[in-house]
C-alpha cells in the first residue's frame, strides 16, 4: 500500500482535525493516524499486514474532519479524495463518503440564513477594526 510517511503524533487518543487547518495540513494528520496505528498494529506479531492496513484505514477515518461547516466539509473532500488516490480507502467508499459530502453541502446552500448570518459576523469585525 502506497502512503505518505509523516512524523507520528505522540497523543493517546486519536488525533481530531481542527476547522481551520488547510487540507493539507488535515491530509497529514489523517496520514499521521494511519502511520501510528499501521506501525502500532505491526508491533504484534499476530497480525497480518491486512490487520495493519485496517487498523491504519479505520485511524485515517477516525481523524478525518466531521460534515459541519463549508471548511470541515471540503476539508473532508480532500482528505477522502487523497485516501482514495493512496489506497487507504476504495474508489467504492469514497464515492460513498463523498455522496455524503455532497448532502452536507447542499444543507449548507439550502439554508440561507447560514449564510446571511457568516456575512454578517465578517462584516461586523471589520466594523470593529
Known sequence: MAYKAITAITTAAV????????????????????????????EDEDSSDRDCEKAGKKAYLEAMPSLSG???????IACINYASMTGVVTHNEATHCLADARI?????????????????EKSEKKKKI
Not at 70 to 76: E, G, K, L, T
Not at 104 to 120: D, F, M, V
Open 15 to 42: 488525533p481530531q482535525t481542527p476547522s481551520n487547518d488547510s487540507g493539507k495540513q488535515v491530509i497529514d494528520i489523517g496520514m499521521s493516524a494511519w502511520n501510528c496505528a499501521h506501525n502500532e498494529q505491526a
Open 70 to 76: 463549508y471548511r470541515n466539509i471540503c476539508d473532508f
Open 104 to 120: 452536507a453541502l447542499s444543507t449548507i446552500y439550502h439554508n440561507p440564513n447560514h449564510i446571511h448570518e457568516r456575512k454578517r
